[in-house]
């Protein structure tokens, strides 16, 4: 792995631990975003420009552009979001250290974990949703980390699972706009 590489699925994993702490939707995004940017970026330092050009332009425009244009009612999750809890950094820092042994999959397998943590500790649908951008992030770097083969690794880079969330997220808003 080259130090761009590693950089950069660095500064993925550090925004990672931002997203656990962060409440506000848009700003969720707007992070989710940058650290799809930043995993493209890990995947083009390893000679893969094609995946981190489909990633990049999947996760970290497409989809993000998507979650902003929720409703109103259902993009401010703010009111309903808990509080930034330090005990989720906290677990989230011990898995990270748990994975440094791992090598080179130590990394994607964190944003897998910290993903999951995005999840479980979020009620709104949007928010799932980007701990599905996270978790399809953790995917595809660890997909370049193993030196997956072209095809492969343009699959594990199409965010599918996420796509698909969102879809239902907006669906949902929709049947509840037009409920009386």
Known sequence: MTSLAEAAAGMALVLAFVLLGTARLR????LAAGQAAM??????????????????VASAIALPLA????????????????APRLWIVA???LLVLLCLP?????????????????????????????????MQDGVALAASSAGAALPALVVAVLPLVPALALAAAQARASDERRAP
């Open 39 to 56: 995993v493209a970026l890990a995947i083009a330092a390893r000679h893969q420009p094609i995946a981190a050009a489909v990633l990049f």
């Open 27 to 30: 700003t969720m995004t707007v």
């Open 91 to 93: 677990v989230g820092a």
């Open 102 to 134: 791992l090598a080179a999959s130590a990394l994607p397998f964190a944003l897998l974990l910290i993903a999951m943590l995005l999840i479980a500790t979020h009620r709104h649908p949007a928010m799932r949703v980007i701990g599905l951008l996270v």
């Open 67 to 82: 979650i902003l244009r929720l409703p109103a009612s259902e993009s401010d999750g703010a009111a309903r979001a808990p």
